[in-house]
């Protein structure tokens, strides 16, 4: 059975930072694609950042880009996002999701994920 667990939300000032863990099992790290999504009080859930075993393919929003890394532990099965230079903005839920083939990360889109997180918290104060 494939589970993803998100992790590492909590409550940090603007401009400093968090890391966000994402640890999947039932799947190995040769074939697969992990995103962050993002979801604030009455928006859309935004694909934030991607991350795939192509090459180690990697994909980040503008509005994360400079600022968020993303970076996988194939030994751990565990996927990281590590968010620097936090703004209020920032704030949301963030989910991660992932499929078990392998793609070309770009914009993510909900529909190509078929396993997702329970959402982890973050809230960044001004």
């Known amino acids: 059975e494939v589970q993803v667990v998100a992790s590492g939300g909590g409550l940090v000032q603007a401009g400093g930072s968090l890391r966000l863990s994402c640890a999947a099992s039932g799947f190995t790290f040769d074939d697969y694609a992990i995103s962050w999504f993002r979801q604030a009080p009455g928006s859309e859930r935004e694909g934030v950042s991607c991350?795939?075993?192509?090459?180690?393919?990697?994909y980040y929003a503008d509005s994360v880009k400079d600022r968020f890394t993303i970076s996988s532990d194939n030994a751990k099965n565990t996927v990281y996002l590590q968010m620097n230079s936090l703004k209020p903005e920032d704030t949301a839920v963030y989910y991660c999701?992932?499929?078990?083939?392998?793609?070309?990360?770009?914009?993510?889109?909900?529909?190509?994920?078929?396993?997702w997180g329970q959402g982890t918290q973050v809230t960044v104060s001004s």
């Open positions: 991350i795939s075993s192509v090459n180690s393919n990697t």
């Open positions: 999701a992932a499929r078990t083939t392998a793609t070309i990360c770009a914009v993510p889109y909900r529909y190509e994920y078929d396993y």
